[in-house]
């Protein structure tokens, strides 16, 4: 056990063993003291910059509803006058944001529960005048103790020591951020190999996060999907292995990846390209509600170039609020809802699209087991004839071929033996690539419908999932007390 002394020179003291280890430091818990834990930076990061940053940060004083939001150092640590780290509210529940998006076992209504405070818990720290950064999903928790009703779904911003703080006097920068979630003003900055400790300020604003919070939001009302995700529409369609084949196989079956098109300004959801459709496991954009679909719009299109047209929190909060309500249940599929103006159930057409997709591609044998995890028992299969026969008729020939080789000369026979080798050898090839274009987006939607099979019946066992659609906003406290946010929404 070690003592330490904070900036009023209260002193706690710290268990041996520590409950987390990052690259910078380790968290340890506190004797007699359950609410609290302490940061320990390494050497090499007990730097003055990073002391008068958590100087900053500990003026703000943040009620008990804020520190449930926002992990905010509390007190400064110190050893010797030597300063080593900080304390800060312990966090019991460190759900990761990504495992909302990636189980089928959050349905629409937690999923716009979640994004709803997740604005809250942004809101709080814009409100005291500051900048997140680095919003990237694993500094984001998410409460899923389902034992915990009160706090089931709220959302916790982490390593807020990272976060971009504004003094009077200086920027302690944020220097840290995940592509896929940088703003593009950003991306273009640091295009040519500049970092975000040296580049030139401003790096991240109020609205750099502003378009984090987007994508975040729209991951989450749309069934997992980044916004700038996008696929080659012949990876979905193949009807010539040739096209596998060529020099250029990897352009030719590689879709942008999400960084690129945030680069490029291309939004594919509501863009069109030539050859370049949205991946198969996301609803189509008009599946969203009108006024979801021009908040997306005003962020991703028209506040691309200009930053200050993004959506703000507060719209988005309003927005969220107001299409809870909205939302149906699946007439075949008791695990999917959806926004009440379509006619049909999303989730269900894609669940035909990926059926679909799998019985017109023959993956082989190890393909089964993932297209039975992608099924819906309650979907029609789509059958497709056409590529069943084809694939017979594949069969029949190598038959026929090797029937007809017991009256060919030797010569003839190893002739014919050599062009088929080669032709398997392309064919395998082609798969391969094939395979691994569409992995990405396979592998997403068989993983998400495994945790459906495994985990739901307990889930819905422990009454997590109620049969009202509505969500029950008579509980929630929306008010705004100065700079506060008091939110308790729950199903
Ligand atoms: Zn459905």
Known sequence: MSVYFGIKKKSYET???????????????????????????????????????????????LSD?????????????????????????????????IEVYSS??????????????????????????QVCGDLNPLNICVNLDENDKDNLFKVTLIDTDSFH???????????????DYLAPELQRKLKNGDNLKTIELPTYTKETDLFAVAVHIFYLLMNGCHPYACAKENNRMVSNIDQFVGTNVNQSVVAPQPIDNIGDGFFPFVEK???????????EFESLPLNIRKLFIRTFIEGYSEPKKRVSID???????????????????????????????????????????????????????????VSDNTVAPDNNSNSTSESNDDQNSQEGLSLGCEIIILAIILIIMTILIYSCTQVVNAENVYDYSNA???KQ??????NVYDINIDFEENEYIEDDVNIDFEESEYKEDDVIYVVNLRL
């Open 445 to 450: 939607d068989v993983n998400y419908d495994e």
């Open 165 to 179: 703080i504004t003094a009077s006097n200086r920027t302690y920068r944020c220097e840290v951020g995940l592509g």
């Open 104 to 129: 089928s076992l959050f349905d629409l209504r937690h999923r716009i529960l979640v994004a709803y405070n997740l604005c809250i818990a942004i809101n709080t720290v814009h409100n005291m005048g």
């Open 15 to 61: 268990h041996e063993d520590r409950i987390g280890n990052g690259g910078e430091g380790s968290i340890y818990t506190l004797v007699n003291n359950k609410e609290q834990v302490a940061k320990l930076y390494k050497e090499q990061y007990r730097t003055k910059n990073r002391e008068e940053k958590l100087l900053t940060m500990i003026q703000y004083n």
């Open 273 to 283: 390209r030539e050859g370049i459709t949205i991946p198969i496991y996301a609803p």
């Open 440 to 442: 990405e987006v396979i």
């Open 315 to 373: 719209e988005w909060i309003t927005a969220l609020y107001g299409i809870v309500n909205s939302i149906s249940r699946c007439n075949y599929n008791s695990r999917h809802y959806y926004f009440s103006h379509n006619n049909q159930c999303p989730l269900c057409e894609i669940d035909k699209n990926i059926n679909s997709f799998f019985e017109k591609n023959d993956f082989g044998s190890s393909v089964p087991n993932n297209n039975d995890a």
């Open 65 to 97: 509803e804020q520190l449930k939001q926002v992990v905010w150092p509390q007190d400064i640590l110190y050893d010797n006058n030597q300063f080593v780290g900080y304390i800060m509210p312990i966090l019991k529940n460190t759900s990761s944001l």
